[in-house]
Structures are given as structure tokens and as C-alpha cells.
């Protein structure tokens, strides 16, 4: 079955039936007009319509802080390793936060592989929900190619109205379906419904700034010795909020804790930024970074420059999370627009 119809009476069921059996975790409000996901055992928390969580849903897949090892020297062990995961199903998952996953496994698949994150990966069922209109004005998934969904995903729901309209894409999908027999067989006609609303989102989600998806690329290559970025240094105030709360960053720094018998002890690691003022500091106090423009200029080369170079893509998803959370009112789209008039 690739494509199943859910009633939204029947939605309660779905994640009740499922939350008898693991965990799910869906979006829900925190107040002031904003949204985290939490653990829910039905449908009656979860919201449908939002802007991006707080955090995104990295923090399923990699955590603020994981234990790798542990140290027990006591009976003559040296360390064991540890993997931290339980199986759990994410709900309502938008399209820009499902691509901010699949940069983390590409990072992640990278040798060496990172065991950690893959094996948490594969404990972890997503299920995607469509955005059919603009969460609000900080979001740039059109310029990021981002708001239709390409994979990611088990599950993919798409609001119709009275109902959801569910891709079926990989057998652990196929096997939620089965599972909670709450799902009945779509029709052409909602097969007619669902091209008929993307229709109309295509006429809704336009290029957000004046650029070409592909000159993104040229553009930041031209872009080295911007003036743009000393304008940056300016006003960041390195809180590094912009880092924390991205999709696809993953740097982390990693750290042995013993307790004070040095026989018992354990490995951490902890989510790191390119923009705290240690990050790029080396022996005998020197900084690749010291201005606080540099580390802006490295996060935005991270999203647009660097990464189409190794994994040819973007790793910018444009949830526009950054945008939102600045402390500086540092806004992702009025920096391209800055660097594409420079260069004009």
C-alpha cells in the first residue's frame, strides 16, 4: 500500500495505539507561541499547525549529552562502551526538519561512522507532516528546495481537510499501518485531492530572496572578503543560539570524567558551536576565529559552501530557526540579500 487515508477522528487512535507499545514524541505548545517535541500518550497535545519547534528533532538522534564510555577499573575492566537509545516513534516531523535529518546521516555515515548516531537512527520511526502554507515570515524552505517532501521518512501525512492522506514509504511504515489498523486504502479521488492542494502550494511557496537555488553556491564563493560579514562582527553577540537550534549542525566536544577513586568514570560528549569563542582556539591561546564575523562567515559556509563540496548538497534546510532565536536579530535572508546586492 503506498498511499492510506487516516480520518482525523481516527488520529487519537494512531498515536494512542502506538504510545501503548513505545515512545512517541509529537509537537506540542510550550506557550507564547512556542512549540517543543515532547512525549505524548494520545493526540490530544499534539499541534498540527506550527511554526518549527524549538528545538528540532536532532535531539532524538543526538542528544545535548550522551554517555560513550564508561570506566570501572575496580574489577580489573578497562571501559565499556555505551550507546544511550530507546525505540520511539516522531511525530509530525515538517519537511525542513526531515532534511536536517538526513544531512546528520550523511555527516554521521561518514568514516569513521559514528555508532552512536546510527544505531539510535534505527531505533527511531518518523513520520513526516506536510506544511501546506508558510509557518511564518522567517522560513526560506522554497529557496532551500525543502517544502515538498523527498524522503526521510516512514510515514508522511498530508493535512486534506476531513482527513490525512499517508505516503507509505519503507516497510517499518508499512508495518505502523498494519499495526494500528486505524488506516483504509486512498482512491483516485484523494489521490486528485492531494495533486489539486499541491497545486496550489506551489503557487503559495516562491523563492523567498532573489536568488537561484544554484547560485547560492557561486554566490559564497564570491563572497569571501565581504564586507557583509565585518557588518556581522558588528552586531553578533556570540550566544551561539543560532548553532543550538539548527537541524544539521552536529559539531560536539568530548570530555573524561573520573571520580575522585580514578577508578570509576565515564566519556561524554555534549553539543559544541563554531561560534563559542573556544571553539577554534588551539595550544598557547591561538585563534583560527577570534572575531566573532569570522565564526559568523564559518557558520554560514558550513550551510552553503562547504558541504555542497563534500556531499553536494545544502546543509542549510531553511526552517529559518536561526533567524528566530538570534539575540543580534541576525536574519539568514536579509545576509544573502546583503551579499547578493554587494556583489551586483
Not at 565585518?230 to 571520580?259: G, I
Not at 563559542?276 to 554560514?300: I, L, M, P
Amino acid at each position: 500500500m503506498q498511499y492510506a487515508l487516516l480520518k482525523k477522528d481516527h488520529l487519537n487512535d494512531f498515536i494512542s495505539k502506538l504510545a501503548q507499545e513505545q515512545k512517541v514524541v509529537a509537537p506540542v505548545s510550550r506557550g507564547f507561541g512556542q512549540f517543543s517535541f515532547e512525549e505524548v500518550a494520545d493526540a490530544s497535545r499534539i499541534i498540527l499547525k506550527h511554526i518549527p519547534t524549538i528545538l528540532p528533532p536532532k535531539k532524538y538522534f543526538m542528544p545535548q549529552e550522551e554517555t560513550l564510555l564508561e570506566y570501572n577499573l575496580s574489577e580489573g575492566q578497562s571501559m565499556e562502551a555505551v550507546v544511550e537509545c530507546q525505540k520511539m516513534v516522531l511525530f509530525g516531523v515538517h519537511t525542513c526538519d526531515l532534511a536536517g535529518i538526513q544531512c546528520l546521516n550523511i555527516a554521521f555515515s561518514e568514516r569513521p561512522k559514528d555508532f552512536n548516531y546510527l544505531i539510535r537512527k534505527n531505533k527511531i520511526a518518523i513520520v513526516g507532516l506536510e506544511c501546506n502554507d508558510y509557518c511564518d515570515e522567517y522560513a526560506s524552505c522554497s529557496l532551500m528546495d525543502n517544502h515538498f517532501p523527498n524522503g526521510g521518512y516512514d510515514l508522511f501525512f498530508t493535512d486534506l481537510g476531513d482527513f490525512f492522506i499517508v505516503h507509505v514509504n519503507t516497510q517499518l511504515g508499512d508495518e505502523l499501518i498494519e499495526k494500528t489498523k486505524v488506516f483504509e486504502r486512498a482512491d483516485k479521488s484523494h489521490m486528485d485531492t492531494l495533486a489539486k492542494m499541491r497545486e496550489k502550494k506551489r503557487g503559495i511557496f516562491k523563492n523567498e530572496v532573489d536568488i537561484d537555488h544554484q547560485e547560492l553556491e557561486p554566490l559564497f564563493k564570491k563572497s569571501q572578503n565581504s564586507k557583509v560579514w565585518d557588518e556581522l562582527n558588528k552586531r553578533c553577540v556570540a550566544c551561539a543560539n543560532c548553532t543550538n537550534v539548527c537541524p544539521s549542525c552536529y559539531c560536539f566536544d568530548v570530555t573524561d570524567e573520573l571520580q575522585l577513586d580514578l577508578k570509576h568514570g565515564k566519556r561524554y560528549r555534549r553539543w559544541d558551536s563554531c561560534q563559542n569563542e573556544g571553539f577554534a582556539k588551539v595550544s598557547g591561546g591561538e585563534s583560527f576565529r577570534e572575531k566573532r564575523g569570522e565564526r559568523q562567515k564559518h557558520r554560514y559556509y558550513r550551510k552553503f559552501l562547504y558541504p555542497m563540496a563534500k556531499f553536494a548538497r545544502f546543509f542549510c534546510t531553511g526552517c529559518g530557526r536561526c533567524s528566530r532565536t538570534c539575540m543580534a536579530k541576525i536574519n539568514l535572508k536579509e545576509t544573502i540579500r546583503s551579499l547578493i546586492t554587494e556583489k551586483a
